[in-house]
């Protein structure tokens, strides 16, 4: 069973048209410190997310159910600010709400992931191909979180009417999204074994990326910033100005230039930040 989850994982990681940004476990993490924080955020979205925290932290995965979305900017694309505002359009229920406040919280991590991270590390290394891109993001997520704070158990019953209103609202294939979410949850369950960390802390010996701790530290709080940004404001944020796939900069980023910062100014987050995501 293994071998099939890493092969399937495998096939998925070195398709041309695929691109990860932060992994589960970064997402959970983000999650996590949302809901530990939830006087940071206007009373009714935390009233919403609070109610349903579990199908808030559905919404901060999901995005990524749609393995083989593609890097293109294009309308229906996953990782698109229209489909999570029309996620929220559709929400008639505070549980589809919570659902939906997770989804725009993905994205927004992955602004940070997609435009500085992830194009800061490969314009400074030899690989500037798309497995030197989703190998940077899983030593991220493995560097951040050592396989803690997975998702779990992500076919649970009470979703059900989520993974209904996301497969309408998107208009995907149901059949195409059940084994979409498929591949996801075997490379969620992958990356929460121990010799998975292992054996990447070994290929950091071997094919080492800069060494980025400390900046990657900082990046992950930025990311945390600009969730907060757009769950205080999900429809007039000034993050929803800025690709969360990251098209352009991951372009520049293969022919070995770095990003330029965003301009942006993010609200401020509560210290020490990391605790609130162990």
């Known amino acids: 069973m293994i071998l099939v989850l ?13 691109a990860f940004a932060w992994g589960p476990g970064v997402h959970t993490a983000a999650a996590r410190f949302v809901l530990a924080n939830l006087d940071l ?34 309308p229906g694309h996953s990782h698109n600010w229209q489909s999570a505002q029309s996620l929220l359009d559709a929400a008639r229920t505070r549980q589809l709400k919570a659902h939906a406040l997770g989804y725009l919280s993905h994205l927004a991590a992955d602004v940070v992931a997609h435009n500085l991270y992830v194009p800061q590390v490969i314009a400074r290394t030899a690989l500037h191909n798309n497995l030197a891109h989703v190998y ?47 591949v996801f949850q075997g490379s969620a369950r992958l990356g929460g074994l121990r010799g998975w960390h292992r054996s990447l802390r070994f290929a950091q010996r071997v094919m080492p990326l800069p ?13 945390l910033r600009s969730v907060l940004e757009v769950l205080r404001d999900p429809r007039g944020a000034a993050l929803l100005d800025f690709d969360p ?9 293969r022919r070995g230039q770095s990003p ?11 210290s020490p930040v990391l605790q609130d995501v162990a």
């Open 6 to 18: 890493v092969v399937s994982f495998l096939a998925v990681l070195l398709s041309p048209e695929e």
């Open 41 to 74: 955020l206007p009373q009714a979205a935390a009233a919403v997310i609070s109610q349903h925290p579990r199908t808030f932290l559905y919404g901060c995965l999901s995005a990524d159910f749609f393995v083989g979305k593609g890097v293109s900017v294009k």
């Open 136 to 182: 940077v993001e899983m030593q991220a997520d493995s560097r951040l979180t050592g396989g803690l704070g997975r998702a779990g158990k992500l076919s649970r019953p009470s979703q059900k009417l989520v993974d209904k209103s996301l497969v309408e609202t998107l208009r995907k294939n149901p059949l195409a999204y059940v084994c979409r979410k498929g």
């Open 211 to 223: 060494d980025e701790a400390c900046s990657l530290e900082g990046m992950f709080e930025l990311s």
């Open 245 to 253: 796939i990251g098209s352009r900069n991951l372009a520049l980023a």
């Open 260 to 270: 330029e910062p965003l301009p942006l100014r993010l609200p401020s987050l509560p």
